[in-house]
C-alpha cells in the first residue's frame, strides 16, 4: 500500500495563478505560431473561460491535429489546441515534482538533471563496477518494449494514478485527458502530449520498482522504452527475460519488440540511446551518422556538435566543419 499521496488541491491546479505561470512556461519559443498568437491575443478571457469549464466540469478536451515526423525512425505526433495545451502544462508543473519523488533514480527519460547522456554516463559506471575495471565479463541484457505509447492501458494507468491521489476532481481532469486519445478503446496516449512524458513514467514506475525491488536489478537503467540490465552472470540474464516479458504483458499489457531484445558482451559493443558503447570509447551509431551529415546545415551545426562531444567522433566533427564551411 502506497502511503505517499500528492498535496495539490483541484482549485489550485486550475486556479488563474497557475494558469498564468504556465502560460509563461508554454509560450518560450512559441510565439511566432499563428494559433500561440491567436490564443494570445484574448488571453485572460480564454483563460478564464477554460478556468470557469473545469470548475464547473464542463470542459471537454479537444481533437487533435496528426502529423508525421522522422526522428530518425518515422513517427505519428497528435497535437493538441493550445488551450489544452496550456492546461498540461498546468498539471505537469504542479504534478511532476511530486511524483518524480516516487521514480527511481536510473529512470532517465524526461525528467529534470536526467536525460539520454546522464543515462549513459550511468551505463559506463554500472560497466565499471560489473567488469571490475574490466578485468572480467560484462554481459548486458537489452529490451525494447514494442509500440510503447501506443499500447498504454488506460484503466491501469487510472488505477496507478488512483494509489497516489484521492481528490477525486483530479482524477475526473487526468481521466479527461487520458480517455482524449485513443490507438484502439481506452488504449494509447498521444505522443505530443506534455502529459504524456508524466504519464508514461508514472505507468512504468511500476516496473522500474518490480526490477530494483523485486528482481534485485541492481545496475538497472530505463529511458522510455529501451532499457538495459548489466551483470556479470550472463545464465541471471536468460533466466530474467522471460520474467520480464511476463510481468509487462501480465501487469502492464505491455509486450517485449521480438526483434529488439538480446544478451551480448559489453566488449562486442552495445547499442544503447543512439550510441555504440564499448570499453575503449562511445561510437556514434552509423544510421546516426549519416543522418547528421546529410542534414547538418550553419544553423543545426552546434546541436549535431553537442551530440558529437559524447562520443569519439573527432573526424565526423570536422567532416561536419567542412560541409558547412563550404
Known amino acids: 500500500m ?18 498564468l ?39 471537454q478536451h479537444s481533437f487533435y491535429e496528426a502529423f508525421n515526423i522522422s526522428d530518425p525512425k518515422p513517427r505519428n505526433i497528435h497535437k493538441a489546441k493550445v488551450r ?30 536526467k536525460g539520454s547522456h546522464r543515462a549513459i554516463e550511468r551505463f559506463r559506471l554500472f560497466s565499471y563496477k560489473v567488469s571490475q575495471n574490466h578485468t572480467r565479463t560484462c554481459w548486458v541484457l537489452k529490451c525494447d518494449i514494442r509500440k510503447f505509447f501506443a499500447n498504454i ?14 481528490d477525486q476532481d ?9 480517455d482524449s486519445f485513443s490507438t484502439r478503446p481506452n488504449v494509447g496516449l498521444p505522443l505530443g502530449n506534455l502529459t504524456s512524458q508524466l504519464l508514461v513514467n508514472i505507468y512504468m ?4 520498482q518490480w526490477m530494483k525491488h523485486h528482481m534485485k536489478a541492481k545496475c538497472y537503467i530505463r529511458y522510455a522504452d529501451d532499457f538495459v540490465i548489466l551483470s556479470h552472470d550472463k545464465a541471471w540474464l ?10 509487462l504483458e501480465e501487469t502492464l499489457h ?12 559489453f566488449a562486442s559493443g552495445v547499442d544503447f540511446l543512439g550510441y555504440v558503447l564499448k570499453p575503449n570509447g562511445t561510437i556514434i551509431r552509423t544510421t546516426t551518422k549519416r543522418r547528421i551529415l546529410m542534414k547538418v546545415n550553419a544553423n543545426n551545426l552546434p546541436s549535431y556538435l553537442g551530440v558529437c562531444s559524447h562520443a569519439n567522433s573527432h573526424k565526423l566533427q570536422t567532416e561536419l566543419h567542412r560541409i558547412v564551411d563550404q
Open 170 to 178: 483530479i482524477l475526473w481532469l487526468l481521466g479527461k485527458i487520458i
Open 254 to 265: 505491455l509486450q517485449l519488440h521480438p526483434d529488439k531484445v538480446f544478451i551480448k558482451t
Open 21 to 59: 505561470d504556465a502560460w509563461k512556461e508554454f509560450v518560450v519559443g512559441k510565439r511566432q505560431r499563428k494559433d500561440v498568437q491567436e490564443f494570445e491575443m484574448n488571453l485572460m478571457s480564454n483563460i478564464i473561460a477554460l478556468h470557469q469549464e473545469l470548475a464547473g466540469k464542463t470542459y
Open 153 to 166: 492501458d488506460h484503466m491501469i494507468l487510472k488505477n496507478i494514478i488512483a494509489r497516489y491521489i484521492s
Open 238 to 247: 536468460e533466466e530474467l527475460l522471460p520474467k520480464i516479458g511476463e510481468f
Open 84 to 113: 489544452d495545451r496550456l492546461l498540461h502544462h498546468a498539471l505537469h508543473r504542479l504534478l511532476y515534482p511530486f511524483f518524480d519523488r516516487t521514480f527511481i533514480a536510473d529512470s532517465h527519460s524526461c525528467r529534470v538533471n
Open 205 to 208: 514506475n511500476e516496473f522500474d
Open 2 to 19: 502506497i502511503q505517499i499521496q500528492i498535496i495539490h488541491s483541484y482549485n489550485s491546479i486550475i486556479s488563474l495563478d497557475n494558469f
